[in-house]
């Protein structure tokens, strides 16, 4: 393959791109496409936003001086071209070194990144500060912030324009324009997006302009010589300017530029047997959550689902989202809102039910406390994906337990089957009293094929699978199952027959059963899918604390692991069946 | 006094308002202005946000039919008219009931509240939430929301202009825009306000027209007359529109017109005795910031100094910014972006210092996590007034140690003296590996009069302060005088002497000094001035759970406490020393 690479083979260096000529940069950009295609169906990850973006960063990397002028990639899912062009390109050519190198930018691995990024909307404040230390130092070089038009939705990117505006200096905000965020857009700014796009700018109603910025419009978001003509027209610039291109999202593949939702990020081999790998799944809580809401829709027109958008995360379907019609909203990138949005509903009597990914949650913190959870308004929010995973450090999901269950008011539930979960959301929209979160299972479904019949009103009530003695062991959600596997080795090992909790509720402690424990137990385990800081078994530990009762807490350590694989990390922290016997066989000496 | 309020003893209701005449709606806002001067120099709280608002929200209620029409008040510190006139005005006519209403909009309180609101930039997203459950119950109410310029910098503000401005149906933004925030507005947005007040709102380049809103512009709103006409324009408007309206913070209190900032807020007495209420206080740890700041500055230009539009909370006078002049950095309402800004400061080699009251930092967990602890960028962020109080349930100071304290990588410092805090904030400034946060002591200034020379890049080493035996004292930050008073009565009470130890590291843990009280002490206090679940206390509990080391964490309860007094809290979470002596008492029994 290598053989085919005309123009890369000569290019290691940004530097090398600059004696290229306007033809040769175009035969590159193919070259470009056609490894990042090759190397995303092999390993699964972000193909749209690379593809749509290969000639501007050719463009930019010709024009501008890296590493000298900075550049700061938003949410950095368009990072492939760049890394290609920065002295990574092994990491598309060799199919050996396919996972060397993150899917973010990373300045471990280079100076020409600059911060490790995978969340949406911070480039521009953080350019803004780049450019800021520049002016204290005297410096000269350019700051440049590339950022897609999904990505400006979410209100840091707004904060960050509105400051960036006032610098008096140079800062270039490129605005990436494929019309698309991983679904479609939301929000009264992409119409005025499109108002630029068919005027060629030249509109005067202007949202950047309104913010103070120069602008620029490049309607050829995909030619390089445009481009170049446009950086150019730029560099060096004394005040604040956007560039807005006009890209397009999946460029070069007619899937991925026909249906660009589906082609944002793929998994491995979504090329090659596309329905496969992109649908058709096995029952899933997704599925039973899809499911259950259209159903309660059916029967009531209060019911509303959201997604700051991310329906992906949920398995909210195209399908799904057409069936519900004006009961669906997609808040584009904007987690604040969605919650704030989600409170205001609930408290006019409509019933909200919030899909967001774990990771995401914490964008939201200052709303689930103040406007949601002050408020007590009951809306549900489901948080998906909570758990240990070997996802990159950007993406981690051990968070939200220490986030939300330290929230007064907030009731976060951990159901460990299907049957529990189904319950647990009938009572969150049913009941006025509270703002309920539940943390759906991350692991393939579990059902016990006995209705739930549990009355979820009676907070903080832990239910006692199996009664025992010694040992007792709270396996909290989706580690109920190891506590049923420690349980076994307790019992084959040492003889002892362990009391099994699901604890149910993480916001709360069951005094009345954990008082009880101290009769016949010297020793509770806490078993937690989540970092240990300010996580559950803590305030169990704490519970504890004056009494003889000796406590274990399992979960995992407070870090940001980078693409760990998860049995490792199951390891390290102790959360294998065997190592946690072991633990326990030791305290019980 | 209250035989001169004419007009106001008519009315108890909005609907009385209806039967006024322009003229005595003039009258009626000279009455509650006067009411409101009185009062709030009696109590303190917000003073020129509510003067300013008295016209608009006269002829809100005059023109709409609250409580069906639904109005949420940004921020809420601007609702005094709005409680005037809504059944409340004994809380301003009758000394004895001032205390008796929330400076906040109380659903509690009133049906014509609708939510508990504090903090800042959330009125549009709550209002977009009441507005589509409206549309999907085929209501027909009004719902408005009321946002000053100030809040509009917050991120979460734009994020619910985004979207309400494709709501396509009934939603009234009222813009009362005063050229201030608390200090000066900052950012590109106001210079367009700015043109739209100087065109009469007929400029094009017009940000909420940009967003999609429909807009009308109101110089004179401050008049009654003037502002009765433009809202009912939009009265039963079936699409979203913006109402900017240009108010005059303070008006018709010729010293708050004048000084904006420092009538925005007032102590009591302030107006009979504005130098001594306003200023000139003894060395405080505000002082002491401010000081080191400016002498560090004249050394090293790399120095900067950051609020998020809230200089009064750190002490950052204007004397002080205008030395500073371009290392101080007023970002506007926008604490994700002042946390993302200094990461990217950091990175580039300035050296950022942000100031952050407790309750404000919380909107910006995602940006400590992701722009800077995940990048371990060389920032220092102040978080001021930490601790329990007995404020407002909107302003309570107890969670910045959940919420930081669990995050990867920040070091989390909570010094006990002057000398300590100095001492932590050069090693913050100087090094280059760690993001850190110092956790400002938020009581009197305490010093020990000798010079810290603590090398803290040796991170969780915990400080002896006197080492003793039976029982170990672990006092964190403002609590470490409550351990002192606590250690006092065991020795006279039960002859200990137990051991003292000032932990400073907030966010790890001394295992080699915890694991050395296990030789000659059964039970470890921990005492914090913040939030027990998720916090410094229940680390140490979960790490002694598996040995017999008792631990007893006392702090406060997980809840949103509403102005109980301070004294009152300490009793019902047994933060006294003779409580927490006879918790300890009985632990030892």
């Known amino acids: 393959m290598e053989s085919t690479l005309m123009v890369l083979d000569k290019v290691n260096t940004p530097q090398d791109l600059k004696k290229l000529s306007i033809e040769e940069m175009n035969i590159l950009a193919d070259e470009i496409r056609s490894l990042i295609v090759k190397k995303v169906n092999t390993t699964g990850g972000h193909l749209g936003p690379n593809l749509g973006i290969v000639e501007a960063t050719i463009a930019l990397h010709y024009v501008f001086n890296a590493p000298k002028d900075k550049l700061v990639f938003d949410v950095s899912h368009q990072c492939y071209p760049h890394k290609i062009l920065t002295g990574r390109k092994e990491g598309f050519t060799d199919p050996a070194k396919y996972l060397k190198y993150t899917g973010y930018t990373a300045p471990e691995e280079s100076e020409y990144d600059l911060f490790k990024i995978g969340h949406t909307s911070t480039s521009v404040s953080l350019a803004a500060g780049l450019a800021k230390a520049r002016d204290l130092r005297g410096g000269d070089e350019n700051v440049i912030a590339l950022i897609g038009d999904g990505s400006l939705s979410g209100g840091e990117a707004f904060e960050g324009l509105d400051n960036a505006a006032v610098l008096n200096s140079n800062i270039i905000v490129v605005i990436n324009d494929n019309d698309m965020s991983i679904a479609e857009n939301q929000g009264g700014l992409y119409a005025n997006?499109?108002?630029?796009?068919?005027?060629?700018?030249?509109?005067?109603?202007?949202?950047?302009?309104?913010?103070?910025?120069?602008?620029?419009?490049?309607?050829?978001?995909?030619?390089?010589?445009?481009?170049?003509?446009?950086?150019?027209?730029?560099?060096?610039?004394?005040?604040?300017?956007?560039?807005?291109?006009?890209?397009?999202?999946?460029?070069?593949?007619?899937?991925?530029?026909?249906?660009?939702?589906?082609?944002?990020?793929?998994?491995?081999?979504?090329?090659?047997?596309?329905?496969?790998?992109?649908?058709?799944?096995?029952?899933?809580?997704?599925?039973?959550?899809t499911d259950y809401i259209l159903d309660k829709y059916a029967k009531d027109n209060r019911i509303?689902?959201?997604?700051?958008?991310?329906?992906?995360?949920?398995?909210?379907?195209?399908?799904?989202?057409?069936?519900?019609?004006?009961?669906?909203?997609?808040?584009?990138?904007?987690?604040?809102?969605?919650?704030?949005?989600?409170?205001?509903?609930?408290?006019?009597?409509?019933?909200?039910?919030?899909?967001?990914?774990?990771?995401?949650?914490?964008?939201?913190?200052?709303?689930?406390?103040?406007?949601?959870?002050?408020?007590?308004?009951?809306?549900?929010?489901?948080?998906?994906?909570?758990?240990?995973?070997?996802?990159?450090?950007?993406?981690?999901?051990?968070?939200?337990?220490?986030?939300?269950?330290?929230?007064?008011?907030?009731?976060?539930?951990?159901?460990?089957?299907?049957?529990?979960?189904?319950?647990?959301?009938?009572?969150?929209?049913?009941?006025?009293?509270?703002?309920?979160?539940?943390?759906?299972?991350?692991?393939?479904?579990?059902?016990?094929?006995?209705?739930?019949?549990?009355?979820?009103?009676?907070?903080?009530?832990?239910?006692?699978?199996?009664?025992?003695?010694?040992?007792?062991?709270?396996?909290?959600?989706?580690?109920?199952?190891?506590?049923?596997?420690?349980?076994?080795?307790?019992?084959?090992?040492?003889?002892?027959?362990?009391?099994?909790?699901?604890?149910?509720?993480?916001?709360?402690?069951?005094?009345?059963?954990?008082?009880?424990?101290?009769?016949?137990?010297?020793?509770?385990?806490?078993?937690?899918?989540?970092?240990?800081?300010?996580?559950?078994?803590?305030?169990?530990?704490?519970?504890?604390?004056?009494t003889g009762m000796k406590v274990l807490n399992f979960g995992a350590k407070k870090e940001f692991s980078d693409r760990v694989p998860l049995e490792e990390l199951y390891v390290k922290y102790h959360l294998t069946p065997d190592l946690i016997f072991e633990d326990i066989n030791k305290c019980l000496d």
Chains 1, 2 share one sequence.
């Not at 446009?230 to 999202?249: G, S």
């Not at 999946?250 to 990020?265: I, Q, R, T, Y």
């Not at 669906?328 to 019933?351: M, P, R, W």
């Open 193 to 289: 997006l499109k108002l630029l796009r068919d005027t060629n700018g030249q509109a005067e109603c202007n949202f950047f302009k309104s913010l103070g910025f120069d602008y620029y419009y490049v309607e050829e978001g995909n030619n390089v010589s445009a481009l170049v003509e446009a950086f150019n027209n730029v560099k060096d610039i004394n005040h604040p300017v956007v560039v807005h291109i006009h890209t397009l999202k999946g460029k070069g593949l007619p899937a991925a530029e026909n249906d660009k939702e589906s082609f944002h990020w793929i998994v491995p081999g979504a090329l090659d047997n596309k329905p496969a790998a992109l649908g058709n799944n096995p029952e899933s809580y997704e599925s039973i959550t």
């Open 304 to 546: 509303i689902a959201i997604s700051p958008a991310t329906p992906g995360v949920s398995g909210f379907t195209k399908e799904f989202r057409e069936k519900l019609g004006k009961n669906y909203v997609d808040t584009g990138i904007a987690e604040q809102h969605a919650v704030a949005f989600a409170s205001g509903l609930a408290k006019n009597g409509a019933k909200p039910i919030l899909a967001i990914m774990s990771s995401f949650v914490q964008r939201a913190y200052d709303q689930l406390s103040q406007d949601l959870a002050l408020n007590n308004n009951p809306a549900v929010i489901l948080v998906y994906w909570g758990g240990i995973t070997g996802a990159d450090a950007t993406h981690l999901t051990k968070y939200d337990i220490p986030l939300i269950a330290n929230i007064p008011n907030l009731v976060y539930l951990a159901p460990v089957n299907k049957e529990e979960y189904l319950s647990m959301l009938d009572w969150a929209i049913t009941q006025d009293e509270h703002s309920v979160v539940i943390r759906v299972p991350a692991a393939g479904v579990i059902s016990s094929g006995i209705e739930d019949k549990t009355d979820y009103s009676v907070l903080n009530k832990y239910k006692v699978v199996e009664q025992g003695s010694k040992v007792a062991i709270l396996g909290l959600g989706n580690f109920f199952n190891l506590g049923e596997k420690v349980k076994i080795l307790l019992k084959k090992n040492l003889g002892i027959s362990a009391t099994l909790i699901n604890p149910r509720f993480i916001t709360g402690i069951d005094e009345e059963l954990m008082d009880s424990l101290k009769d016949n137990h010297s020793l509770v385990v806490t078993l937690e899918d989540g970092v240990l800081e300010g996580g559950f078994g803590e305030k169990i530990a704490s519970y504890f604390g004056g």
